[in-house]
């Protein structure tokens, strides 16, 4: 008997038996031994059907050579759910530093996914394109911003998953029960009162970046001080920089959110003022001499939904500064305008991304993507988006 | 000394969780602090390359790596992979706690893997034997002069108040190095682990709340007088330390304002150089000092707050407190009466008489960071927190030898 199965301490389906014994071949295989690991680590009582699975480690820069020998290796299986990707290196760019060998590798790892039957949209946001989980739904999600989003905006389930536990969700269709799964463990951990409800996306990733560094991966409950509702790019940024910064993939948002009132509201509270948010901004802002200095702005982290996307194209004129825009791969969109400072990072992201030596100075409103720019050594300047685009 | 029992080898076996199933025989590498393999590992030479990781530069290339659980980025999964690849893997990992993060990575790289083992044990083992489902190995006999017992529950904080290790009485500051050797004596005979944490008696209290310092805005003048403090405080925290060494306690000095810092109202504190030490049995020494919030004002960082944070991080149980006083007292008809017991829901209608009996009476020496009442409101949060206190006489050595014994001669602060 294989020793996987006989280590399971759970009843496995026909399927999953054969999958264990290697009969379907190495990549399901492969991909039930790693659920059957994880299930372990986690003690989890069974395994549990998922919808959908949202993968990430598509990125050459990311997973190299490695990664695609591995995902060879594992000789085409199916997957079984619907699966989306995450976004890749920006292809022009590799195009102008003459990284051959990087573009047939990104190439390839996009071939090797879609081989599998992944849909290859390369968003981060997939929940804006055709990947929208519904409320209490188990899924198998590995981006971190989009994991936030759905297990606090939509009330799906996941767990904060990696590439390759994403993809043995996909092979296999389960993943263990374990986590942000059971409803007990989403409950609020800390409830954070504030002096203010932020007034636009940046201050609503300031908050999150505040919260994770002061509370780590402890789940917030946030009180606004008045009842003007966040929208989508607000609760998409909140998210982002909590994860980010702090670790914590669920958060929620009284009388907003869904799951926000119903559990018991915690007992250990906190205020978060508007000096707080000032200070964090002081702190991982790069504060420039003018704004001569700036010569690179991005927004769209995590990526835009079309509306907003319209929006923001719509807003841009050519006097401006040249400026990135993160959005899901062009296939998906209709006309993109062609302006001579507009680049439009389709299927990609500027943080997974190799980049020209000219961008070092980068003007963002998102505060995950100033995270990874400054870990970088890339100085990073947050504005909020009106500002961004009024940069000439 | 501890004596090597040369020539006898005492095998052991520990029974773990698969994860990846192997064996394999070969030389340890134990990590003393969770390693984030994205950004951390070299995947190219197999090295450690984590900015704050206490190993950095040293090689996982087949080595049986011993660690509690990994950090970071899931893309660390394909920094193993990548390892297996280039051949610069571990031959096993053994974890404790293990993560997702590094159990996918395992599977990925079909590199044999326990979990479920708990590696305090292993912490000084050069060679092990995996086998499928256990370990074997000889345990060390440790040659630590210091030897501490490492049953867990057993381990405390002790703070050793400012009055109590300098002479209050001089206006000069001055070490009081006859009640340092008396308790590090005591302090020597105990089995069970500590962390020590001090005041600043006269070499601290004196000079900031003599100049105001902490009304005033920084000028050349001010910054001098803080310079100084600061200074001061370095001389007091060799001399207490140098008197441990001489006793043959590993007394080792952590400057408190490198660990701590503040994020708006939250202290916040990176344990990882006191857990360090401490894991590898120093007595880690702080003490209360002059350090710096964010809104760009110096503050004191008193020995108490210390004595919490560090209990709440690293889930002490206990903190024994030396001060100048025989232990939490009100005054009654001009005799002390110690309270033996106070449980948290008690100290509100405490606490208003001890202010009451401060105002009237005539404390003498100025205590820039609460004195009693800031320590039993600290003691209260630890209380809150599930961690147990003591008041004990600092004067008199015997009340820590018999507290240590379990007599308690001072007042026992508890949660309800």
Same mark, same amino acid.
């Given at each position: 008997?294989?020793?996987?199965?006989?280590?399971?301490?759970?009843?496995?389906?026909?399927?999953?038996?054969?999958?264990?014994?290697?009969?379907?071949?190495?990549?399901?295989?492969?991909?039930?031994?790693?659920?059957?690991?994880?299930?372990?680590?986690?003690?989890?009582?069974?395994?549990?059907?998922?919808?959908?699975?949202?993968?990430?480690?598509?990125?050459?820069?990311?997973?190299?050579?490695?990664?695609?020998?591995?995902?060879?290796?594992?000789?085409?299986?199916?997957?079984?759910?619907?699966?989306?990707?995450?976004?890749?290196?920006?292809?022009?760019?590799?195009?102008?530093?003459?990284?051959?060998?990087?573009?047939?590798?990104?190439?390839?790892?996009?071939?090797?996914?879609?081989?599998?039957?992944?849909?290859?949209?390369?968003?981060?946001?997939?929940?804006?394109?055709?990947?929208?989980?519904?409320?209490?739904?188990?899924?198998?999600?590995?981006?971190?911003?989009?994991?936030?989003?759905?297990?606090?905006?939509?009330?799906?389930?996941?767990?904060?998953?990696?590439?390759?536990?994403?993809?043995?969700?996909?092979?296999?269709?389960?993943?263990?029960?374990?986590?942000?799964?059971?409803?007990?463990?989403?409950?609020?951990?800390?409830?954070?009162?504030?002096?203010?409800?932020?007034?636009?996306?940046?201050?609503?990733?300031?908050?999150?970046?505040?919260?994770?560094?002061?509370?780590?991966?402890?789940?917030?409950?946030?009180? !606004? %001080?008045? *009842?003007?509702?966040? /929208?989508? $790019? &607000? @609760?998409?940024?909140?998210?982002?920089?909590?994860?980010?910064?702090?670790?914590?993939?669920?958060?929620?948002?009284?009388?907003?959110?869904?799951?926000?009132?119903?559990?018991?509201? !915690? %007992?250990? *509270?906190?205020?978060? /003022?508007? $000096? &707080? @948010?000032?200070?964090?901004?002081?702190?991982?802002?790069?504060?420039?001499?003018?704004?001569?200095?700036?010569?690179?702005?991005?927004?769209?982290?995590?990526?835009?939904?079309?509306?907003?996307?319209?929006?923001?194209?719509?807003?841009?004129?050519?006097?401006?500064?040249?400026?990135?825009?993160?959005?899901?791969?062009?296939?998906?969109?209709?006309?993109?305008?062609?302006?001579?400072?507009?680049?439009?990072?389709?299927?990609?992201?500027?943080?997974?991304?190799?980049?020209?030596?000219?961008?070092?100075?980068?003007?963002?409103?998102?505060?995950?993507?100033?995270?990874?720019?400054?870990?970088?050594?890339?100085?990073?300047?947050?504005?909020?988006?009106?500002?961004?685009?009024?940069?000439? | 000394?501890?004596?090597?029992?040369?020539?006898?080898?005492?095998?052991?076996?520990?029974?773990?969780?698969?994860?990846?199933?192997?064996?394999?025989?070969?030389?340890?590498?134990?990590?003393?602090?969770?390693?984030?393999?994205?950004?951390?590992?070299?995947?190219?030479?197999?090295?450690?390359?984590?900015?704050?990781?206490?190993?950095?530069?040293?090689?996982?290339?087949?080595?049986?790596?011993?660690?509690?659980?990994?950090?970071?980025?899931?893309?660390?999964?394909?920094?193993?992979?990548?390892?297996?690849?280039?051949?610069?893997?571990?031959?096993?990992?053994?974890?404790?706690?293990?993560?997702?993060?590094?159990?996918?990575?395992?599977?990925?790289?079909?590199?044999?893997?326990?979990?479920?083992?708990?590696?305090?044990?292993?912490?000084?083992?050069?060679?092990?034997?995996?086998?499928?489902?256990?370990?074997?190995?000889?345990?060390?006999?440790?040659?630590?002069?210091?030897?501490?017992?490492?049953?867990p529950g057993d381990d405390f904080i002790i703070k050793l108040g400012g009055s109590v290790i300098t002479c209050k009485d001089n206006p000069q500051p001055r070490v009081n190095s006859q009640a340092i050797t008396n308790l590090a004596k005591?302090?020597?005979?105990?089995?069970?682990?500590?962390?020590?944490?001090?005041?600043?008696?006269?070499?601290?209290?004196?000079?900031?709340?003599?100049?105001?310092?902490?009304?005033?805005?920084?000028?050349?003048?001010?910054?001098?007088?803080?310079?100084?403090?600061?200074?001061?405080?370095?001389?007091?925290?060799?001399?207490?330390?140098n008197i441990f060494q001489e006793n043959k306690l590993p007394a080792y000095p952590v400057q408190p304002s490198a660990i701590f810092r503040k994020s708006g109202q939250n202290l916040i504190l990176n344990p990882a150089p006191v857990e360090?030490?401490?894991?590898?049995?120093?007595?880690?020494?702080?003490?209360?000092?002059?350090?710096?919030?964010?809104?760009?004002?110096?503050?004191?960082?008193?020995?108490?707050?210390?004595?919490?944070?560090?209990?709440?991080?690293?889930?002490?149980?206990?903190?024994?407190?030396?001060?100048?006083?025989?232990?939490?007292?009100?005054?009654?008809?001009?005799?002390?009466?110690?309270?033996?017991?106070?449980?948290?829901?008690?100290?509100?209608?405490?606490?208003?008489?001890?202010?009451?009996?401060?105002?009237?009476?005539?404390?003498?020496?100025?205590?820039?960071?609460?004195?009693?009442?800031?320590?039993?409101?600290?003691?209260?949060?630890?209380?809150?927190?599930?961690?147990?206190?003591?008041?004990?006489?600092?004067?008199?050595?015997?009340?820590?030898?018999?507290?240590?014994?379990?007599?308690?001669?001072?007042?026992?602060?508890?949660?309800?």
């Amino acid at each position: 008997m294989n020793k996987a199965t006989k280590d399971s301490n759970f009843a496995l389906t026909p399927l999953l038996q054969e999958m264990a014994s290697g009969k379907l071949g190495p990549g399901y295989k492969k991909a039930f031994q790693l659920i059957n690991g994880l299930a372990r680590v986690y003690k989890s009582r069974r395994l549990i059907p998922v919808n959908s699975v949202q993968i990430s480690g598509v990125s050459y820069k990311n997973i190299g050579k490695m990664g695609i020998e591995f995902l060879k290796s594992l000789a085409s299986p199916q997957v079984r759910v619907p699966t989306t990707l995450n976004p890749a290196c920006y292809e022009p760019f590799l195009q102008k530093l003459h990284l051959d060998e990087e573009i047939r590798g990104q190439n390839e790892i996009i071939k090797l996914y879609s081989e599998m039957g992944v849909q290859t949209s390369l968003t981060c946001a997939p929940y804006f394109y055709g990947n929208k989980p519904e409320y209490s739904q188990h899924i198998a999600w590995a981006e971190s911003s989009a994991v936030v989003y759905a297990n606090s905006v939509l009330g799906a389930r996941t767990n904060r998953e990696g590439g390759p536990s994403a993809l043995a969700a996909a092979l296999t269709g389960f993943t263990p029960e374990y986590g942000l799964h059971l409803t007990d463990n989403r409950r609020p951990q800390v409830k954070i009162i504030l002096e203010k409800t932020p007034a636009n996306s940046l201050e609503w990733g300031l908050l999150g970046c505040w919260t994770g560094i002061n509370h780590k991966n402890t789940i917030p409950l946030f009180f !606004p %001080e008045s *009842s003007s509702s966040p /929208t989508e $790019e &607000d @609760l998409q940024s909140l998210g982002a920089a909590l994860i980010t910064w702090g670790g914590a993939p669920l958060f929620h948002i009284s009388q907003t959110t869904p799951e926000a009132d119903i559990f018991p509201e !915690p %007992e250990n *509270s906190v205020n978060c /003022t508007i $000096e &707080d @948010l000032e200070i964090i901004q002081r702190q991982i802002s790069y504060q420039p001499q003018t704004k001569d200095e700036i010569d690179f702005v991005y927004l769209g982290c995590p990526h835009y939904s079309i509306a907003k996307l319209d929006e923001v194209f719509n807003k841009f004129n050519a006097q401006n500064i040249k400026t990135g825009i993160g959005g899901p791969h062009q296939n998906l969109l209709g006309e993109i305008p062609s302006s001579s400072g507009l680049t439009y990072f389709g299927g990609s992201c500027i943080a997974v991304s190799y980049l020209l030596p000219a961008i070092r100075t980068v003007a963002t409103n998102s505060v995950k993507a100033c995270f990874y720019l400054m870990n970088r050594g890339i100085k990073t300047v947050l504005l909020p988006e009106d500002e961004c685009l009024n940069l000439k | 000394m501890g004596i090597k029992q040369q020539g006898i080898k005492v095998k052991m076996k520990l029974k773990g969780k698969i994860i990846y199933p192997g064996k394999c025989r070969g030389k340890v590498l134990f990590l003393h602090a969770p390693l984030s393999f994205y950004g951390g590992v070299d995947p190219d030479t197999g090295k450690i390359i984590q900015d704050n990781h206490p190993q950095k530069g040293k090689s996982l290339q087949n080595k049986i790596v011993v660690l509690s659980n990994s950090t970071g980025s899931t893309v660390g999964s394909w920094t193993i992979l990548r390892l297996a690849e280039n051949k610069k893997a571990p031959l096993a990992f053994i974890t404790e706690n293990c993560d997702s993060v590094l159990a996918t990575g395992s599977i990925l790289a079909e590199i044999p893997h326990l979990d479920n083992i708990p590696i305090k044990l292993l912490a000084k083992i050069d060679q092990l034997a995996l086998e499928q489902q256990s370990i074997n190995f000889s345990p060390v006999e440790s040659d630590y002069h210091f030897q501490p017992k490492t049953e867990p529950g057993d381990d405390f904080i002790i703070k050793l108040g400012g009055s109590v290790i300098t002479c209050k009485d001089n206006p000069q500051p001055r070490v009081n190095s006859q009640a340092i050797t008396n308790l590090a004596k005591k302090l020597r005979e105990t089995k069970r682990k500590f962390i020590l944490v001090h005041g600043a008696g006269s070499y601290g209290h004196q000079p900031v709340s003599r100049h105001n310092l902490l009304k005033r805005e920084l000028t050349l003048e001010t910054r001098v007088l803080w310079s100084k403090v600061q200074t001061f405080q370095y001389q007091l925290n060799s001399q207490l330390c140098n008197i441990f060494q001489e006793n043959k306690l590993p007394a080792y000095p952590v400057q408190p304002s490198a660990i701590f810092r503040k994020s708006g109202q939250n202290l916040i504190l990176n344990p990882a150089p006191v857990e360090f030490l401490f894991n590898n049995n120093f007595i880690p020494v702080l003490y209360g000092t002059p350090f710096f919030n964010f809104a760009g004002k110096i503050e004191i960082l008193s020995g108490d707050t210390i004595c919490l944070m560090l209990a709440k991080e690293l889930g002490f149980p206990q903190i024994i407190h030396l001060t100048d006083a025989p232990g939490f007292y009100l005054k009654q008809k001009q005799q002390k009466k110690i309270i033996k017991e106070i449980k948290t829901f008690q100290w509100p209608g405490l606490r208003q008489p001890a202010i009451e009996q401060l105002k009237t009476g005539n404390d003498t020496l100025p205590d820039v960071t609460g004195g009693m009442i800031g320590k039993m409101d600290s003691l209260i949060q630890a209380a809150a927190a599930g961690i147990e206190s003591y008041i004990i006489d600092g004067n008199n050595p015997s009340s820590l030898e018999e507290l240590l014994q379990g007599i308690n001669s001072g007042t026992r602060i508890i949660p309800d």
